[in-house]
């Protein structure tokens, strides 16, 4: 098997996006950790299906793959979501990062973070962002740790706790 091969992607590729959100959820399930995403295939939440969709519309999806299979994604934006503050400066934002469990292990979650730090120096921004589910064991915010991105600001929505990171490129 090859190495993930970048593309970018469109509002055409929500049923591969919301096809991995939902595999996602179920190893999440299999694992006893319900807390980031829930029990139910995102694919079922209407409103969640919905936010999907405007990220890809007001972004640039990028869909990661190995042998011509999407094994991952991203959406690129210049700003965050509702929930968070803007930088205060130009900054582009990593939406809805995800990879497909078949191909875990295969560096596809850290290809796309290269990939949004070589996209940030083709822009000419120099602040790349994210948010992260910041409960349980702190697994995801390590593993964004590990990828040279910083803790900033911590957040709720409802009682789900986030973590902001940054990193400069």
Known sequence: MGSPEMRKGGVDDLPAILGMLD?????LVS??????WGSRPWSTHPEAVEQVRRILAEGTPWIAEIDGEPAGTMTLTGRPGPEIAPAGEPELYVHSLVTDRRFAGRGVG???L???VDEARRRGVSLLRLDCYA???GRL???YEGHGFAPTETFTVGAWPGQVLARRV
């Open 23 to 27: 595999g996602a959820v179920a190893w």
């Open 31 to 36: 694992q006893g950790r319900t807390g980031q």
């Open 110 to 112: 850290g290809a796309l």
């Open 114 to 116: 290269a990939h949004a």
């Open 135 to 137: 409960g349980g064991d």
């Open 141 to 143: 915010v390590a593993y």
